[in-house]
């Protein structure tokens, strides 16, 4: 079964101290991958995505992730954490050539935790 | 995003009570979905939509029926709600096919969290 997973529930970070949330996947192909941030009593948030290409992909507020094909991984990233972004972040993959449909497949999710 | 616009934000319901959500996009986008999220599971697709004469069932959509009135308005309908429908709702949209570097993002609402008594 195609499934996407966020290893740990929680991440604590300090201010400053870089950070990663790790995503690994298992889907077949070669397929899209995406990163979403959840704000408290907010939807959910476009980060970054990986379609092809550099495997370092950078997006929004600073943060970037690393694809790799062998590990089928897709860990976020960023260099210095700030305490604003403690939110709950959700690595998401779509599959390859499913026929137009846009199927997000998402992991449980991960909450980021940055303390001053 | 407040391009997507979800209402009720919240509300609480009883066993049994048929319940109606709504979904509008102003972002001119055809695709559109329903996601229910759980703690602990992430999003699942409940119904997405193509376009307006488009609809289709995703991956948990037993207990769930929709509507697409129109190409920026997507209701999901809980015909007699049940306790473990409580959840947190999401709606998205995204532009569909042949769009270049637009294609496969989903824009999200803000979500409303339902309770079933």
């Known amino acids: 079964a195609q499934s996407v997973a966020q290893p740990e529930d929680q991440v604590n970070v300090a201010e400053g101290n870089p950070l990663t949330v790790k995503c690994t996947y298992s889907?077949?192909?070669?397929?899209?991958l995406f990163w979403y941030v959840q704000y408290p009593n907010r939807g959910l948030q476009f980060l970054l995505k990986?379609?092809?290409?550099?495997?370092l992909v950078k997006g929004s507020y600073g943060f970037e992730a690393e694809f790799n094909k062998s590990q089928t991984s897709f860990h976020l990233k960023k260099p210095s954490a700030l305490v604003s972004d403690s939110a709950l972040y959700f690595c998401?993959?779509?599959?390859?050539?499913?026929?137009?449909?846009?199927?997000?497949?998402f992991g449980a999710g991960t909450r980021l935790a940055v303390h001053p | 995003d407040a391009d997507v616009t979800q209402t009720p934000r919240n509300r609480i319901t009883k066993t049994g009570k048929r319940i109606m959500l709504e979904c509008s996009q102003t972002?001119?986008?055809?695709?559109m979905y329903w996601y229910r999220q759980d703690p602990g599971l992430g999003l699942r697709l409940i119904y997405y939509?193509?376009?307006?004469?488009?609809?289709n069932k995703g991956e948990i959509s037993d207990g769930y029926s929709v509507s697409r009135q129109a190409q920026a308005k997507f209701s999901l309908s809980l015909e007699s709600a049940i306790p473990n429908q409580t959840a947190l709702y999401f709606c998205?949209?995204?532009?569909?096919?042949?769009?270049?570097?637009?294609?496969?993002?989903?824009?999200f609402g803000p979500g409303t969290r339902l309770t079933v008594l």
């Open positions: 998205a949209t995204s532009v569909g096919v042949g769009t270049g570097g637009l294609v496969d993002t989903q824009y």
């Open positions: 889907v077949s192909g070669n397929p899209y």
């Open positions: 990986y379609i092809t290409g550099d495997n």
């Open positions: 998401a993959v779509r599959p390859r050539g499913s026929g137009g449909y846009n199927k997000l497949i």
């Open positions: 972002k001119g986008h055809d695709r």
């Open positions: 939509s193509f376009d307006v004469k488009d609809i």
